[in-house]
C-alpha cells in the first residue's frame, strides 16, 4: 500500500489537503507537553475535524445517566473540555476570508518535526478574486515553557498588492464531539464554561473562565510580536468580552513583502487560586515566552529534544517505514508526559477527547514503562500523580467493603468515572499494575526518596486490597474470584491467572518494601505480622492449569468453554462487541486482546519456555484483537517462542496503527498505550529485553528483514545503549559505575565507555506457525511496511471502532 504520510526518518509530513481526513490529521500533527495539547487544526480554524486545546486535568463533571441504579455506582461522570482556544489566526485577503475550500490551492503541505518538535505549514493561495499570497505557520507547544505554546505566522503579497488583515484569536466554548444522550449531560458539555472576566492591554488579552460544575478556574492569555516588511506600519487593535478576545492586524502588502505575527499563548489552571492570581500566572508565562523570543522558545524545544533522544532514540536499518513510524511512537509518548507534572497521561494523551479523557490500567501498563526507560523525571511525575489519588482510591475500596486501597479504572481526577461495573470495578488488576510500575520504576531508577515518600505507601495498600478480595479455599490455596482480567470478552470470572499472578508479585514487593523500610511501615500501620502474610499469601496464590490440554486456562474451568465460531463471523461484525450480545461473549472462548499472553511477558519468571510456547499458540486461534493493545504484546511473545515473521507482523500493525488509522477513530485521538507497546515491541520483542529481580537480561534476534536494531535505556540515571546486528550485540554503558547484565545465560560484565560484543546464539526453530481465528490475520509487514521479503498475509483486522 502506498503511506499516506511521506516516509522519512526523523519526520511527518503530508501534501494537499482532503476536508474528510482532516479529524485525523488533527490527532497526527497536534502537540502537547503533558499539560497543554494542541490538535492540529488548520489555523483559520476552519474547515476543521474536531476542535481541539485541551489543559490535562481540566473536565466538567456531569451525572452518570443509569437505566437502573445500583450499590457503589459512581454518581458523577468526568469529560474532558476543550479550553479557550488560542491557536486560532485567521487571514483576510482584501477582504476574502482565507479558506481552502474556496479560491485555489496551489501548494498546501504539512510537516511534523520530530527533531525541533514544531508543525510547520505552507500553503500557496489564490483568493477568488484572484489575489495570490504564500502563508507559513509554525506551531509550537514547548517542552520548557510549561503552559506556552506559541505561532509564528508569515504572510507574503505574491502577484500583487493585497490588504491583509489578520484575525488572532482567543475562543471558548469550542464543541467537543459527544456519546451522551442523556439532555442534562448534553447541556453541561455544550458550553462548560462561564466567564469570569476578560481584560486587554496593548496587543495582549487574556480571557478566565470557569467550568460550571467542577469549579475548575482557567485563564489563557495570547501576546503578539508584529513585524513588516511594508512602506507602512501595520494597524493593531485588541478587544476581548465572554468567550472570545481577538487582535486585529491590517497591513497593505505590495508584491513580496510580508507579515508576520508571532503569538504566544499561556494557559493556567486550578481548583482553588483566584481568578486575579491565574490570570497573572498565565500573563507572567506570556510575557516571560516573549522576553525569550520566539529563535529562543524554539532553540529550548530543540534542545530538550535532543536531551531526549540521545538515549530514547531507536535506530531500525532495513525498514524505512517502521524507523519513522518507532520515533512517531516516542514522539508521541514523550510530548503526552514531558510536563504533566502530577498529571495523569490519558488514554488518548492531549491529542483528543476520545474516551472522554480518561485515564486507564494501560498508563501504568504500557506507559510508564517506556518512560522509566527513556524519561524517568515523567516517570516519576506520573506515578506521584497516582499516589495523589490514594485518599479516591481508600474511600473507593470502602465502598466496596476492601481493605487498602481501589485505584480508579478510568478517571480524570482519580474518582471511579465508570458506569459499567463488570469492565471496570471488577477489573481489580489495574491495582496490581500501578504496584508493577512502582516496583519497576523504582528497580530502574533506584529512587529512594521515591520509594520512601510514595512508593512503599502504594505497595502496601494494594497489598491490604488483594487480601480482602481473596479467599481461602480448602485446597489451602488463596483464590480471587469474580474479577474480570484485561480481556474485556471475559468478566466476573474466578482465579483470573493475569489477576492471581501479578497480584502475587505485587503482595512480595510490598513484603520486600516494608522490611527494607520498617519506619516506613510503621507510619503506614503495618503490623509486625503482615509482611509474612503477604508472602504467605503469595506462596498461596492459585494459578490453574489445564494438565489434559498443557496450557494455563485464562481463568478456572476457561478452556472447558465452547469455542466462537470464527467462521460463521464477517470481516463486518468486528469488532464484535458492537454487533454481539456480551453475555455471549462472556461465555465463550474468544479473546478482545492479550490477556493469558499478557502474563507470560509481565510476569515472565512465572512460566517456563515450554509454558509460554503452548500458551502462545493456543491464545492465538482466539484473540481476534478488537482493542489496540493486543498487538504489541502478541509480538513481544511471538519473538520470544521463536516466530520473528509473526513477530514483525505485529510489530507492522501496532507501528502504522495511528498513522494508518487501522482501527477507523485515530479522529478521536491517538492511542497513546498503543504507540508506547511499538517500544515495547522493539526492545522487549526483538530486544528480548526483560527486567529481573537480579538485573536486566536480553535474548536479541532480528528478522530477516531487520539488519540492525539500536536503542538505549537509562538505568540509575545513566544510559545504556544496545546494538544488534542478526548475528551479534553489542553493550555499552555511557556512564555511572559497573553493571551486570544477562545476554541469554551469560553473565556480562559492564564499564562506562567500554562496548562488549557478544554473539547471538542460533535461533531455535520454532514451532509451526500459530493460525490466529479466521479472518484475523495480523497486518503483514508486506502491507504496512512495503518489506517485500516479508511474509504476507492477505487478511488484516477490520477497520471499525473500538475501545480500550
Same mark, same amino acid.
Given at each position: 500500500?502506498?503511506?499516506?504520510?511521506?516516509?522519512?526518518?526523523?519526520?511527518?509530513?503530508?501534501?494537499?489537503?482532503?476536508?474528510?481526513?482532516?479529524?485525523?490529521?488533527?490527532?497526527?500533527?497536534?502537540?502537547?507537553?503533558?499539560?497543554?495539547?494542541?490538535?492540529?487544526?488548520?489555523?483559520?480554524?476552519? *474547515?476543521?475535524?474536531?476542535a481541539g486545546s485541551y489543559l490535562n486535568g481540566v473536565f466538567e463533571e456531569h451525572p452518570m445517566p443509569y437505566a437502573e441504579d445500583g450499590y457503589g455506582y459512581p454518581e458523577n461522570g468526568q469529560s474532558v473540555i476543550n479550553v479557550p482556544n488560542g491557536q486560532v489566526i485567521r487571514l483576510l485577503v482584501d477582504d476574502e476570508p482565507f479558506d481552502v475550500r474556496r479560491g485555489t490551492v496551489s501548494t498546501h503541505r504539512r510537516r511534523l518535526d520530530m527533531r525541533d518538535g514544531q508543525v510547520h505549514r505552507v500553503v500557496e493561495w489564490t483568493s477568488p478574486a484572484r489575489r495570490t499570497v504564500r502563508v507559513e505557520s509554525t506551531r509550537i507547544v514547548s517542552l520548557d515553557h510549561r503552559s506556552i505554546a506559541a505561532v509564528r505566522y508569515t504572510v507574503r503579497a505574491v502577484d500583487g498588492p493585497a490588504r491583509i488583515t489578520v484575525l488572532s484569536e #482567543?475562543?471558548?466554548?469550542? *464543541?467537543?464531539?459527544?456519546? +451522551?444522550?442523556?439532555?442534562?449531560?448534553?447541556?453541561?458539555?455544550?458550553?462548560?464554561?462561564?466567564?469570569?472576566?476578560?481584560?486587554?492591554?496593548? %496587543?495582549?488579552?487574556?480571557?478566565? +473562565?470557569? &467550568?460550571?460544575? /467542577?469549579?475548575?478556574?482557567?485563564?489563557?492569555?495570547?501576546?503578539?510580536?508584529? &513585524? /513588516?516588511?511594508?512602506? #507602512?506600519?501595520? =494597524?493593531?487593535?485588541?478587544? @476581548?468580552?465572554?468567550?472570545?478576545?481577538? %487582535?486585529? $492586524?491590517? !497591513?497593505?502588502?505590495?508584491?513580496?513583502e510580508t507579515l508576520e505575527v508571532v503569538k504566544v499563548v499561556g494557559h493556567e489552571w486550578t481548583p482553588s487560586a483566584s481568578a486575579a492570581t491565574l490570570r497573572d500566572r498565565a500573563e507572567a508565562a506570556v510575557g516571560a515566552a516573549l522576553r525569550?523570543?520566539?529563535?529562543? $522558545?524554539?532553540?529550548?524545544?530543540?534542545?530538550?529534544?535532543?536531551?531526549?533522544?540521545?538515549?530514547?532514540?531507536?535506530?531500525?536499518?532495513?525498514?524505512?517505514?517502521?524507523?519513522?513510524? #518507532?520515533?512517531?511512537a516516542l514522539f508521541q509518548v514523550f510530548q503526552a508526559s514531558a510536563r504533566a507534572e502530577l498529571r495523569s497521561i490519558p488514554g488518548k494523551g492531549l491529542t483528543g477527547s476520545g474516551y472522554e479523557g480518561h485515564t486507564f490500567w494501560d498508563f501504568e501498563a504500557f506507559v510508564l514503562p517506556v518512560l522509566t526507560s527513556t524519561s524517568p523525571d515523567a516517570a516519576e511525575q506520573a506515578l506521584r500523580w497516582r499516589h495523589a489519588t490514594l485518599p479516591h482510591a481508600r474511600e473507593r475500596a470502602r465502598t466496596l467493603r476492601l481493605d487498602g486501597a481501589a485505584f480508579a479504572w478510568r478517571t480524570i481526577d482519580g474518582r471511579e468515572s465508570s458506569g459499567y461495573w463488570?469492565?471496570?470495578?471488577?477489573?481489580?488488576h489495574i491495582n496490581a499494575a500501578v504496584a508493577g510500575a512502582v516496583?519497576?520504576?523504582?528497580?530502574?531508577?533506584?529512587?529512594? @526518596?521515591?520509594?520512601?515518600?510514595?512508593?512503599?505507601?502504594?505497595?502496601?495498600?494494594?497489598?491490604?486490597?488483594?487480601?480482602?478480595?481473596g479467599r481461602w479455599g480448602d485446597d489451602g490455596a488463596f483464590h480471587i474470584d469474580g474479577v474480570t482480567g484485561p480481556d474485556e470478552y471475559s468478566a466476573i470470572v474466578d482465579d483470573n491467572v493475569y489477576t492471581n499472578v501479578m497480584a502475587r508479585r505485587n503482595l512480595r514487593a510490598a513484603a520486600v518494601a516494608v522490611r527494607e523500610h520498617p519506619d516506613v511501615a510503621t507510619a503506614l500501620g503495618v503490623a509486625a505480622t503482615d509482611a509474612d502474610t503477604w508472602d504467605t499469601t503469595a506462596r498461596s496464590m492459585s494459578i490453574p492449569f489445564d494438565q489434559e490440554r498443557g496450557v494455563h486456562p485464562q481463568s478456572a474451568g476457561y478452556t472447558d468453554r465452547e469455542r466462537w465460531d470464527f467462521r460463521s463471523t464477517g470481516a463486518e461484525q468486528?469488532?464484535?462487541?458492537? +454487533?454481539?450480545?456480551?453475555?455471549?461473549?462472556?461465555?465463550?472462548?474468544?479473546?478482545?486482546?492479550?490477556?493469558? #499472553?499478557?502474563?507470560?511477558?509481565?510476569?515472565?519468571?512465572?512460566? /517456563?519456555?515450554?509454558?509460554?510456547?503452548?500458551?502462545?499458540?493456543?491464545?492465538?486461534?482466539? %484473540? !481476534?484483537?478488537?482493542?489496540?493493545?493486543?498487538?504489541?504484546?502478541?509480538?513481544?511473545?511471538?519473538?520470544?517462542?521463536?516466530?520473528?515473521?509473526?513477530?514483525?507482523?505485529?510489530?507492522?500493525?501496532?507501528?502504522?496503527?495511528?498513522l494508518d488509522d487501522?482501527?477507523?477513530? %485515530?479522529?478521536?485521538?491517538?492511542? $497513546?498505550?498503543?504507540?508506547?507497546?511499538?517500544? &515495547?515491541?522493539?526492545?522487549?520483542?526483538?530486544?528480548?529485553?526483560?527486567?529481573?529481580?537480579?538485573?536486566?537480561?536480553?535474548?536479541?534476534?532480528?528478522?530477516?528483514?531487520?539488519?540492525?536494531? =539500536?536503542?538505549?535505556?537509562?538505568?540509575?540515571?545513566?544510559?545504556?545503549? !544496545? /546494538?544488534? &546486528?542478526?548475528?551479534?550485540?553489542?553493550?555499552?554503558?555511557?556512564?555511572? *559505575?559497573?553493571?551486570? $547484565?544477562? +545476554?541469554?545465560?551469560?553473565?556480562i560484565s559492564l564499564s562506562c565507555g567500554v562496548p562488549v560484543e557478544v554473539p547471538i546464539p542460533p535461533t531455535r526453530p520454532a514451532a509451526a506457525r500459530p493460525e490466529p481465528p479466521y479472518g484475523r490475520a495480523p497486518r503483514p509487514a508486506v502491507v504496512a511496511f512495503g518489506c517485500e521479503d516479508a511474509r504476507p498475509i492477505p487478511a488484516a483486522p477490520s477497520e471499525s471502532t473500538e475501545r480500550i
Open positions: 500500500m502506498t503511506p499516506r504520510y511521506e516516509v522519512d526518518d526523523w519526520s511527518v509530513s503530508i501534501d494537499g489537503v482532503d476536508v474528510l481526513h482532516l479529524a485525523q490529521e488533527e490527532s497526527i500533527f497536534g502537540l502537547a507537553n503533558g499539560h497543554v495539547g494542541w490538535r492540529g487544526n488548520l489555523d483559520e480554524g476552519d *474547515p476543521r475535524g474536531v #482567543v475562543l471558548a466554548n469550542e *464543541p467537543l464531539p459527544s456519546d +451522551h444522550d442523556d439532555p442534562r449531560v448534553a447541556d453541561l458539555l455544550r458550553s462548560p464554561l462561564r466567564t469570569v472576566e476578560s481584560d486587554v492591554l496593548g %496587543t495582549a488579552a487574556t480571557l478566565v +473562565h470557569r &467550568t460550571r460544575e /467542577s469549579a475548575l478556574t482557567v485563564a489563557v492569555s495570547m501576546d503578539h510580536v508584529v &513585524t /513588516s516588511s511594508a512602506s #507602512v506600519e501595520p =494597524s493593531v487593535a485588541t478587544e @476581548a468580552k465572554d468567550d472570545l478576545a481577538r %487582535t486585529r $492586524i491590517s !497591513v497593505h502588502l505590495e508584491p513580496g525569550e523570543g520566539w529563535d529562543g $522558545i524554539a532553540a529550548g524545544q530543540r534542545a530538550r529534544l535532543e536531551s531526549y533522544w540521545e538515549c530514547a532514540d531507536v535506530e531500525v536499518d532495513g525498514i524505512p517505514r517502521l524507523q519513522q513510524a #518507532v520515533r512517531f463488570p469492565a471496570s470495578t471488577a477489573a481489580f516496583q519497576h520504576y523504582v528497580r530502574a531508577t533506584g529512587d529512594i @526518596a521515591f520509594e520512601r515518600e510514595c512508593g512503599v505507601e502504594m505497595l502496601v495498600e494494594t497489598a491490604r486490597l488483594w487480601c480482602s478480595l468486528y469488532p464484535l462487541h458492537s +454487533h454481539f450480545p456480551y453475555f455471549d461473549l462472556y461465555r465463550k472462548q474468544v479473546l478482545k486482546q492479550a490477556d493469558l #499472553v499478557l502474563a507470560l511477558y509481565f510476569a515472565h519468571e512465572a512460566f /517456563s519456555p515450554e509454558e509460554k510456547e503452548r500458551a502462545f499458540s493456543y491464545y492465538e486461534e482466539l %484473540t !481476534v484483537r478488537d482493542s489496540s493493545l493486543s498487538a504489541a504484546v502478541q509480538s513481544v511473545l511471538a519473538a520470544e517462542v521463536g516466530h520473528l515473521d509473526l513477530a514483525l507482523d505485529y510489530l507492522a500493525e501496532v507501528a502504522t496503527l495511528d487501522l482501527h477507523g477513530n %485515530t479522529d478521536q485521538g491517538l492511542h $497513546i498505550a498503543a504507540l508506547a507497546g511499538v517500544w &515495547t515491541a522493539i526492545t522487549a520483542g526483538l530486544g528480548g529485553m526483560r527486567d529481573t529481580e537480579g538485573g536486566l537480561s536480553f535474548r536479541p534476534s532480528l528478522p530477516e528483514q531487520i539488519q540492525r536494531l =539500536s536503542f538505549g535505556v537509562r538505568i540509575h540515571g545513566h544510559p545504556l545503549y !544496545v /546494538s544488534i &546486528t542478526p548475528h551479534a550485540a553489542t553493550y555499552l554503558l555511557g556512564g555511572g *559505575p559497573s553493571l551486570r $547484565i544477562r +545476554h541469554f545465560d551469560d553473565e
